[in-house]
């Protein structure tokens, strides 16, 4: 990112921009979601584009996450460009037969005929007080789907440049923002136009005694680690892959091999989840290289609770991640 | 290819040349799926498939009222369908056999048969898979302001699932130009529907304020003449409508269901087929009209016959795809 860049944005108003700008290049873009017009979503994200663009490309839906999931997919490969907005990744589940068999198969199955150019953007996180069916981070089930993209940003500015892509994009394509930065959370990002490339990972911080490669959320948590490891003279690397299909396996590895240690951070549950699969390229890729075991951790593997104390304890923390680093460098 | 504009011919009573073209198409989805039968029993063709058979007058009746660039989504049941939109019954084969020289170059199969070029967004394998997809063609036809109408077959099995009726909300309330066509066949695969299906399904549809009609599935002039009514009122703007054809298929579920006594009987099907049966029936009412003799009628059912021979022919002396194209086409 050039040093000139001195405009912060939320994350929020980061993927407002983005959609804006690409409603304004291409018509054929339209969003579709519950309590996205006026409302601008309960998370305001939206805020301001039913105003731009009318209600004929910012349309609220009825409560059926099936049936405007499924519309847009039809929409997609008949001539538009849909952006669904799926209010909780939660219900992610009431989307999925239009998600895994529709979706993503068309394409494959029509011997590459028709296309289904399309964007679901959806939330994850945990620590909102939110409860079981509102707190979920079940981007692993959409990576375990061929044909689907998945993307993961982590700062304003990956947002807004991602977005950009995966709108453009000739694949269906999710989009997880992490609810708890999407007002909390603000950076740089430039006013002139700019994409990143899906499949390209950032590394946050360079570092030479561990990497640590986290997602979404966890890249802050990871750098906050990483600050904590510089306090005890533990130099950590954060390495964001920032979309989890395509995957850059390359600069995982490179990373690996170069500090010898690894740790992978995700907020989806840890039990066969993204911190496995990350793990294994790694441990796959840099195997001679490691110092020991490439660690994971995930969300606990339990339904969400609801009261704070115990929320908390379910996902990790910079603390955590610290500590766990400092027992893989072997300092006590 | 003929326009919105210029099948006032159709509306106005068909003449002659249509009425024989009907009969021709239906008959060639009816010697088609003889060949089906036959590739399945001589072990040519991998899996299953699930016949037409019977229905016929539904596909061709509905299909004779669109154009080229009408959209149509299909079924697991789906062979009629494609041919009635215009497929070609040699690249069928193949597709249904594997090859590459198929409409999706042998990846999708008899369940997934799609073609581009007349609109077939697709044949499906998930019950009710198709309503989204069909309803998001209307949409974007609305959206894109083209004129085109979208046609959702499915079998009233798909009555049992939640998407429909998210789908005719969502389509009645922004007024989408889509038809849904349900064809009552009876059974969903071994049970009988009313064994399935509570209430009036009719009024299903009805309580969401969608024009809806019943017709009979084996007569091709009434679906034709419905199916004229309602696509030139979808086209005209004024929303979805919902056309119940009542009909029967006369073979298994699909190829391999073969002893079907412990779910009907075989009395039942021997009346359906002799004395309700689509082709014969219109072919029938062409004499009598003096629209064709039976000198005709053998004339054309030669011509098909011979067709389907060098379609089967073609399909399997045609290659499989090489290994090189397993991975292609799963992103576009
Ligand atoms: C969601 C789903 N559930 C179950 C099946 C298995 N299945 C395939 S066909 C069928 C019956 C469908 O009956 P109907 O919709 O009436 O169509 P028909 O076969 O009579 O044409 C069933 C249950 C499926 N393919 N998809």
Redesign the interface.
């Known amino acids: 990112m050039p040093d000139a860049i001195k405009r912060e944005l939320t994350f929020a108003q980061a993927v407002r921009e983005a959609l804006a700008e690409e409603m304004r290049r291409d018509t054929r873009v339209c969003i579709l979601g519950e309590d996205v017009a006026e409302a601008g979503t309960p998370f305001k994200v939206l805020s301001g584009l039913v105003e731009e663009f009318g209600t004929e490309r910012v349309l609220d839906t009825p409560i059926s996450e099936a049936g405007f999931t499924g519309l847009a997919v039809g929409a997609a490969m008949t001539g538009l460009r849909p952006v669904v907005d799926i209010m909780f990744g939660d219900f992610l589940t009431l989307t999925m037969d239009q998600m895994v068999n529709q979706a993503a198969k068309i394409h494959y199955m029509s011997g590459g005929k028709w296309k289904v150019p399309m964007v679901l953007r959806t939330t994850l996180g945990a620590t909102r007080r939110s409860a079981a069916q509102h707190s979920q981070s079940l981007h692993a089930w959409l990576c375990h789907v061929p044909g689907l993209k998945v993307v993961i940003p982590s700062t304003p500015y990956d947002a807004k440049g991602l977005l950009k892509t995966a709108i453009r994009d000739e694949n269906p394509v999710i989009f997880f923002e992490d609810k708890m930065m999407h007002h909390k959370l603000k950076g740089p990002v430039p006013a002139e136009e700019y994409t990143i490339p899906l499949g390209v990972a950032d590394i946050k911080r360079v570092g030479t005694d561990i990497t640590l490669v986290g997602t979404s959320s966890m890249v802050q948590v990871a750098l906050g680690a990483a600050d904590l490891l510089a306090e005890i003279g533990i130099s950590a690397e954060v390495v964001d892959p920032r979309t989890l299909w395509p995957l850059d396996e390359k600069t995982l590895i490179e990373s690996a091999k170069k500090t010898s240690r690894a740790i992978v951070i995700d907020e989806g549950y840890h039990r066969y989840g993204v911190t496995a699969e990350l793990a294994s390229v790694i441990a796959e890729g840099a195997f001679y290289s490691l110092d020991g075991p490439v660690l994971r951790m995930g969300a606990m593997h339990i339904p969400i609770p609801f009261s704070p104390p115990l929320e908390d304890l379910t996902v990790a923390t910079p603390r955590t991640v610290f500590e766990a680093a400092r027992k893989l460098c072997g300092k006590r | 290819m003929s326009t919105a504009s210029d099948r006032s011919d159709v509306g106005a009573g068909p003449g002659s040349d249509f009425w024989v073209n009907a009969y021709r198409q239906m008959l060639r989805i009816r010697l088609f799926e003889e060949q089906v039968n036959e590739l399945y029993t001589r072990a040519l063709m991998p899996g299953l498939a699930h016949l037409y058979s019977g229905e016929e007058a539904i596909a061709v009746g509905i299909c004779e009222a669109l154009t080229n660039e009408d959209?149509i989504?299909s079924t697991h049941r789906g062979h009629g369908h494609c041919l009635a939109k215009g497929a070609s019954p040699d690249k069928m084969f193949a597709e249904l056999l594997g090859k590459e020289a198929?409409?999706?170059?042998?990846?999708?199969g008899s369940m997934?048969i799609?073609?581009?070029d007349t609109g077939n967004?697709?044949a499906?394998a998930?019950v009710g898979?198709?309503?989204?997809?069909?309803?998001?063609?209307?949409?974007?036809?609305k959206?894109?302001k083209?004129g085109r109408v979208?046609v959702c077959f499915f079998g009233e099995g798909a009555l049992g699932q939640?998407?429909l009726y998210?789908?005719l909300?969502?389509a009645q309330?922004?007024k989408l130009p889509v038809i849904y066509v349900c064809e009552n066949n009876c059974y969903n695969e071994y049970t009988h529907y009313s064994e399935t299906t509570a209430g009036d399904i009719c009024a299903r549809a009805a309580a969401f304020g969608v024009l809806t009609e019943m017709v009979d599935g084996q007569d091709v002039r009434a679906v034709n003449a419905a199916a004229n009514k309602l696509v030139e009122r979808a086209r005209a703007g004024a929303g979805p409508a919902f056309l119940l054809c009542n009909t029967y298929r006369y073979t298994g579920h699909h190829v391999g269901d073969i002893n079907r006594e412990y779910y009907r009987s075989k009395a039942e099907e021997q009346t359906w087929k002799t004395t309700r049966d689509p082709i014969q029936m219109h072919g029938a009412w062409m004499i009598e009209a003096g629209i064709a003799d039976a000198a005709a009628i053998e004339a054309i059912e030669a011509e098909v016959r011979a067709e389907m021979k060098t379609a089967v022919d073609f399909a399997v002396a045609a290659p499989y795809p090489g290994p090189e194209e397993v991975e292609?086409?799963?992103?576009?």
């Not at chain 2, 198929?102 to 999708?108: D, L, M």
């Open positions: 959209y989504t198929g409409y999706c170059r042998g990846k999708g997934h799609a073609d581009f967004l697709g499906n998930i898979g198709s309503i989204g997809i069909a309803t998001g063609a209307a949409f974007s036809a959206h894109l083209n979208a939640g998407l998210e789908e909300n969502i309330l922004w292609m086409h799963v992103y576009a």
